[in-house]
């Protein structure tokens, strides 16, 4: 367990390295890309973020409000509910998340490069039988 907790941090490091000439780091990226990935009109409640990012409402109140004031999303009245919100990627997030990702890929092609396909197949498998 010792070592995973390690490799988690030594990723992180790489990413945060990877995304830093974009102003981002990794959880601001997972939030940015998570918009992206619904399509247009890229945008999700602030609970659907909080589960697709596996954390806490309140971790992710704090992350909203930061992407918020860098413009990279705002929040928007939920037409289908009068009390909700839904966060949206704004234009300038959409072409910063773009842009980043090319840089995100390269990275853990990086990060597994030391690992044949047969290896990486199984990490992954036994990874996700750990989860």
Do not use: C
Not at 16 to 43: H, S
Not at 59 to 78: K, Q, S
Not at 88 to 107: P, Q
Request: hydrophobic letters at 45%; proline letters at 4%.
């Amino acid at each position: 367990v010792g070592r995973v907790l390690v490799l988690a941090k030594t990723l992180e490091r790489r990413v945060d390295r990877a995304l830093e000439p974009f102003q981002l780091a990794l959880w601001g990226f997972d939030v940015l890309a998570t918009l992206r990935r619904q399509g247009k009109p890229y945008r999700l409640t602030p609970t659907e973020l909080s589960r697709a990012t596996m954390l806490t409402t309140g971790a992710m109140t704090n992350r909203l409000d930061r992407l918020e004031d860098a413009g990279w999303i705002r929040r928007e009245p939920d037409p289908a509910d009068r009390r909700g919100v839904l966060v949206a990627l704004t234009t300038e997030g959409r072409r910063l998340v773009d842009a980043a990702l090319e840089a995100r890929f390269e990275e853990a092609k990086e990060a597994v490069a030391g690992l044949t396909s047969r290896e990486r197949a199984e990490l992954a498998r036994l990874l996700g039988k750990w989860i």
